[in-house]
């Protein structure tokens, strides 16, 4: 069955270095999104990403993270000077496609990968 | 942000009877619900959704219905096995291509006994 890959699957950093955390979205997906989840708290949507640009994104995903496909195949998220409250576990997602009468397909999620800000 | 939420942390069901794990939502533009399980270490699993057109939709043990009037939907699973034991979160999205930003529920912790 085809899966969304994420790599690390754990990082640790110093607070204030940038940090590159990698997506392979599943081959035919079209819609690209990361998400996060602060340890006891809800999974947060941070961004989504279609045909090159951001679609939309949430207050968190403030002017320290981006989003890049560099390749056609990668998704990646970059935080740029990491803080504590980053500490996290970063998921990446894809869709199919987004009908316009309705949702296709599912939200497929990767394993995540944990980030840790010391 | 409370738009989303599932009041239950946790749920202790018997092997072979019915799990139900419940979800209320505040924001009137969501119109399409999803539920996930998801196992430590792992990401969200796809598990049903429902558009808000339709008030249940069913697939194999598990059966979600929606109540547009009171904002809820509940997730039936029917037989409970226990490797259905996860965590389980409620996710809605308000459409168009908005339909890939899911707002999620805290998740409900679902044990189920052998």
Known sequence: EPEVT?????????MGQEVILRCVPISNHLYFYWY????????EFLVSFYNN??????EIFDDQFSVERPDGSNFTLKIRSTKLEDSAMYFC???????????TG????????????? | DQQVKQNSPSL??????????????TNSMFDYFLWYKKYPAEGPTFLISISSIKDKNE???FTVFLNKSAKHLSLHIVPSQPGDSAVYFC??????TSYGKLTFGQGTILTVHP
């Open chain 2, 12 to 25: 202790s069901v018997q092997e072979g009877r019915i799990s139900i794990l419940n979800c209320d939502y």
């Open chain 1, 36 to 43: 996060r989840q602060i340890l006891g708290q809800k999974v």
């Open chain 1, 6 to 14: 994420q790599t690390p699957s754990h990082q640790v950093t110093q």
């Open chain 1, 93 to 103: 997602a894809s869709r199919l496609a987004v009908g316009t009468s309705g949702p």
């Open chain 2, 59 to 61: 697939d194999g043990r």
């Open chain 2, 91 to 96: 996710a809605a999205a308000a459409g168009g």
């Open chain 1, 106 to 118: 599912e939200l497929f999620f990767g394993e995540g990968s944990r980030l840790t800000v010391l």
């Open chain 1, 53 to 58: 640009e951001i679609s939309e994104k949430s």
